[in-house]
């Protein structure tokens, strides 16, 4: 014999939870468009011998773009999806990263 209490359901009690917002597009639109800025700004600085650059190291910048998003995505969650924030943290940490690559494979 088993030592339990049958549970009743009726259709007052609910199984869903109240569901919390989510910020995974905004975020992810953010990183990526954090990447493209930061993948701009070496041009900007060094011209178009950047292109000769990335000819060879574009596997290691290409790899940053998931990278970008999933830290847009974390930041704009922390920061209670307050859009403002997270663009100007989710810049400068992707441009830190990036920045820190681009030293790295310079020498």
């Given at each position: 014999?088993?030592?339990s209490?049958?549970?009743t359901?009726?259709?007052n ?12 597009l905004p ?21 178009s011998?950047?292109?000769f ?16 998003v ?35 494979l310079?020498?």
């Amino acid at each position: 014999m088993r030592n339990s209490h049958n549970i009743t359901l009726t259709n007052n009690d609910s199984l869903t939870e109240d569901e919390e917002t989510t910020w995974s597009l905004p975020g992810a639109v953010v990183g990526f468009i954090s990447w493209l800025f930061a993948l701009a700004m070496p041009m900007l600085i060094y011209g178009s011998n950047t292109l000769f650059f990335f000819i060879y190291t574009w596997p290691f910048f290409l790899a940053l773009m998931p990278v970008a998003v999933v830290v847009g995505i974390a930041l704009h969650s922390l920061m209670d999806g307050k859009l403002r924030y997270s663009i100007v943290f989710t810049l400068v940490t992707v441009g830190i990263m990036f920045g820190a690559l681009f030293m790295w494979l310079l020498g």
